[in-house]
Each structure stands twice: as structure tokens, then as C-alpha cells.
């Protein structure tokens, strides 16, 4: 999983508690993106980052805020988790050096169940 | 909304045959990539195609580009029961980087 880490990697919540997921990368890349997985959906981008302090909002941002406060690390936060934040949740990172054939290397996931 | 939209959902096959999978997107690219996804695990990039390129090969794998269709296929010659997973297609947008957005995916089987 190309020096990305996760974690946790499982977690059970209840609804209305704050949950912190985190990502951890080694590669120096610039940008960092949480996407979610579920049934029939596919993946989708929730937010990413480019830099620092620098980020957006992806298609399915509502109930997340994010944090990169350092080039390795990214936060994603569910302020009140609810039950349909109950998904798979994966980190990715891509070096950003080119629109055209920038790539992205996942990490190996994070199962969140909120009751 | 997805951007990509593949075809089929699902497919089985046996071992040596040739497995296509197709993808649909709506906006415009620049560029597509094809992803897979073994059970459990995160996303591994199989291969890109630049939006003014039309073919592409990598080993076992052809990928092709219509952009006028906005259309894309996947085509794994000679699959082994490794093949297994899904696979997904994604369009690679934005001004810098690489905003991805995914189909859901056709899981491949491949029968011994």
C-alpha cells in the first residue's frame, strides 16, 4: 500500500459521538484525498487536499470536516457521526505533478460501523 | 453523482479467456484510469490513458479511449484465477492533481 497507513483500520461508534480518522503517508506526496465505499456507489470523494492547509470539498463532504496540518498526515472528522456514515473509508495520495497523468495510491482502508 | 458508469456488473469466466469490461463517463477528462480492488483491500492503479491517446497496452492489459463516445474499455488477454477482484474505472479531472471520479465497478471472476 505504497507507505499509507490508516487508522484505525476498524471502528464501531455510536450515533452522535465525534469520530477521527487518520491517514499517514511517507512518499512527500502534495495531495491527499478520503474518499468513502459503499454498495452501489462505488467510490466517492469526500474532501482532498493540495498542500497545508489547503483543501476542498469533494461530491459527498456534507457531515466531514478535514485538517492537514502537516505534509504526512490527514484528518478526516465526523463532528456527529450518524448511521449512513457507516462505510468503508479510504485514504489516497498522488504526487499532483501533472493533470494529465497523476495516480493514485490507496490506502488499505478503514471500516467505520456507527450504531 | 458517478461519473463513470461500467458494464457489466459482474462477469465469470474461465481461466485463459479474455475478460472486456466496459466504462461510460458523462464530463469531460483529462484523462481515464482503470483500478483494481481485491476483497478487502484498497485500490491498486492498473493503468492510464491520456484523453488524447486512443489505445494503450501494459502486459496482459489494452485499454481504449472514445472520447467522443466518452467511452472506455478494459481488456485483460489470457485471465488467471489471480484476476480475480473488481475493477473500476475513474475520470481524471481538475486543474493540477488528479480528482477521480469512479464507476461501481465490475467484479471479475475468473474460474480455474
Known amino acids: 500500500d505504497a507507505g499509507i497507513t490508516q487508522s484505525p483500520r476498524h471502528k464501531v461508534t455510536e450515533t452522535g459521538t465525534p469520530v477521527t480518522l487518520r491517514c499517514h503517508q511517507t512518499?512527500?506526496?502534495?495531495?491527499m484525498y478520503w474518499y468513502r465505499q459503499d454498495p452501489g456507489h462505488g467510490l466517492r470523494l469526500i474532501h482532498y487536499?493540495?498542500?497545508?492547509?489547503?483543501?476542498d470539498k469533494g461530491e459527498v463532504s456534507d457531515g466531514y470536516s478535514v485538517s492537514r496540518s502537516k505534509t504526512e498526515d490527514f484528518l478526516l472528522t465526523l463532528e456527529s457521526a450518524t448511521s449512513s456514515q457507516t462505510s468503508v473509508y479510504f485514504c489516497?495520495?498522488?504526487?499532483?505533478?501533472?493533470?494529465?497523468?497523476?495516480?493514485?495510491?490507496f490506502g488499505p482502508g478503514t471500516r467505520l460501523t456507527v450504531l | 453523482s458517478q461519473q463513470g458508469e461500467e458494464d457489466p456488473q459482474a462477469l465469470s469466466i474461465q481461466e485463459g479467456e479474455n475478460a472486456t469490461m466496459n466504462c461510460s463517463y458523462k464530463t469531460s477528462i483529462n484523462n481515464l484510469q482503470w483500478y483494481r480492488q481485491n476483497s478487502g483491500r484498497g485500490l491498486v492503479h492498473l493503468i492510464l490513458?491520456?484523453?488524447?491517446?486512443r489505445e494503450k497496452h501494459s502486459g496482459r492489459l489494452r485499454v481504449t479511449l472514445d472520447t467522443s463516445k466518452k467511452s472506455s474499455s478494459l481488456l485483460i488477454t489470457a485471465s488467471r484465477a489471480a484476476d480475480t477482484a473488481s475493477y473500476f474505472c475513474a475520470g481524471g479531472s481538475g486543474t493540477s492533481g488528479s480528482r477521480l471520479t469512479f464507476g461501481e465497478g465490475t467484479q471479475l471472476t475468473v474460474n480455474p
Open positions: 490513458i491520456r484523453s488524447n491517446e
Open positions: 489516497a495520495i498522488s504526487e499532483g505533478s501533472s493533470r494529465s497523468t497523476d495516480t493514485q495510491y
Open positions: 487536499s493540495y498542500g497545508v492547509k489547503d483543501t
Open positions: 512518499e512527500n506526496h502534495r495531495y
